[in-house]
Each structure stands twice: as structure tokens, then as C-alpha cells.
Nanobody
């Protein structure tokens, strides 16, 4: 069992920045990848980005690449999402995810553990 706790969400104006954090606890020795999904009202949950602890490689959705940066500390099983140049369309509930898979995957089914989410709202 792995528990994930997100923090750092809030209200920000377009063009602003936020930094989300996610700490994993429990049986973290099985966790190899961590990342983020988001879900806006009325829309499906979508992949944002993730990092693999195997080689610290990262992968981003096209919609956020160049604006968001994922980093982490594998020893602490903690991942961060630095969000810059935020747009109103980034408004969503952001969920931290973790997987026993060794490599990054963009599908919901690939992730074994999910946090409760932290709300990000970007005003125009």
C-alpha cells in the first residue's frame, strides 16, 4: 500500500506560476515512477507528466511541455511539478500518481496509486 499526498495548489492569474509537491509513503520501495494527471470539470482525466526513478527521465504532455517541469527526490519518494506561464485552460484538479512500472506511461491504467488531488485555478 502506498499513500500519496499533494499540496501547492491555489488560485493564480494567467501567466503566473505554482509549484506542486507530492510525497509518497507506505511501501514506497516498489515505486519506480511518479507523476501527475489532471482533470477539468466535464473532461476526462489527462496525463500531465511523469518521471522515472530508473534514469530520472521525464515525459510531458504536449499541452504543458516547455511550461511545466517535473523534478523529484527518489530517496524521499517525492515529486514536484513546477508550473510556469499558466493559462486558464490549465485549471483542473491535479492528481499525483505512482506506479510500480519501471518506465513512464501516459495511460491512467498504468498507475497503481493516486492522491486525492489539489485544485489549480488560473484566472484570465
Amino acid at each position: 500500500q502506498v499513500q500519496l499526498a499533494e499540496s501547492g495548489g491555489g488560485l493564480v492569474q494567467a501567466g503566473g506560476s505554482l509549484r506542486l509537491s507530492c510525497a509518497a509513503s507506505g511501501r514506497t520501495s516498489y515505486v519506480w515512477t511518479m507523476g501527475w494527471f489532471r482533470q477539468a470539470p466535464g473532461k476526462e482525466r489527462e496525463f500531465v507528466g511523469a518521471i522515472s526513478w530508473a534514469d530520472r527521465s521525464t515525459y510531458y504532455a504536449d499541452s504543458v511541455e516547455g511550461r511545466f517541469t517535473i523534478s523529484g527526490d527518489s530517496a524521499k519518494n517525492t515529486v514536484y511539478l513546477q508550473m510556469d506561464s499558466l493559462k486558464p485552460e490549465d485549471t483542473a484538479m491535479y492528481y499525483c500518481v505512482a506506479s510500480t512500472n519501471r518506465y513512464v506511461d501516459v495511460t491512467v491504467a498504468a498507475y497503481d496509486y493516486w492522491g486525492q488531488g489539489t485544485q489549480v485555478t488560473v484566472s484570465s
